[in-house]
């Protein structure tokens, strides 16, 4: 079964704008933690943004956020006004502690910014 | 502070060939993980390492893939065989204890084609 699911394949944007990037998880473990990267086309991953699942609060990164919706196992990074570096692949991750250190990834979402 | 580092950055070689990929983690860092990502496709675990803890092999697509950590810190992925579905981006992470909210830092991956 699909751990993390990201639905769009591929986003568009205005610079400018604010976007929301969407990610669903599935887990019976009350302990995790999701996780926010992105990558560029040059390939690096860059850690964007963390949410444990017993944050009380939405984490915050700058212009990232996440729309963390624990009932509905959702953890969506909403980027404000949007630039053109943003253009690039976004993954959503998730560990579990039972599962040792490591990150199951979505498959991912493309988006670009239009200038 | 270095980052993540890997090598070779390229590989190409003849499918049967067997291949070495290096990995050098951030300094201090006691887990490395090891992921695979196909083109178009979301990163998939391959193995994990955790200081002198016995490693998480679960991912490791066949007996054909090996990994070893020497001295707790670099370490090697091989691939004996190689077989044209081996072709892929091989990245490595490192982090510090795996727990909370410590992020996994990529390197910027090996590509491998094989012929």
């Known amino acids: 079964a699909q751990k993390i699911t990201q639905t769009q394949p591929g986003m568009f944007v205005q610079e400018k704008e604010a976007v929301t990037l969407d990610c669903t998880y599935d887990t019976s473990d009350p302990s995790y933690g999701l996780f926010w990267y992105k990558q560029p086309s040059s390939g690096e991953m860059i850690f964007l943004i963390y949410?444990?699942?017993?944050?009380?609060q939405n984490a915050t990164e700058g212009r990232y956020s996440l729309n963390f919706q624990k009932a509905r196992k959702s953890a969506n990074l909403v980027i404000s006004a949007s630039q053109l570096g943003d253009s690039a692949m976004y993954f959503c991750?998730?560990?579990?502690?039972?599962?040792?250190?490591?990150?199951?990834f979505g498959q991912g979402t493309e988006l670009s910014v239009k200038p | 502070g270095a980052g993540v580092s890997q090598s070779p950055s390229n590989k190409v070689t003849e499918k049967g060939k067997d291949v070495e990929l290096r990995c050098d983690p951030i300094s201090g860092h006691t887990a490395l993980y090891w992921y695979r990502q196909s083109l178009g496709q979301g990163l998939e675990f391959l193995i994990y390492?955790?200081?002198?803890?016995?490693?998480?092999k679960s991912g490791l697509p066949s007996d054909r893939f090996s990994a070893e950590r020497t001295g707790g810190s670099v370490s090697t992925l091989t691939i004996q065989r190689t077989q044209q579905e081996d072709s892929a981006v091989y990245l490595c992470?490192?982090?510090?204890?795996?727990?909370?909210?410590?992020?996994?830092?990529f390197g910027d991956g090996t590509r491998l084609s094989i012929l």
């Open positions: 991750a998730m560990r579990e502690p039972n599962q040792g250190g490591k990150l199951i």
């Open positions: 949410q444990g699942s017993y944050d009380q």
């Open positions: 390492f955790q200081g002198n803890s016995a490693p998480d």
């Open positions: 992470a490192s982090s510090q204890a795996p727990r909370g909210n410590q992020p996994q830092h």
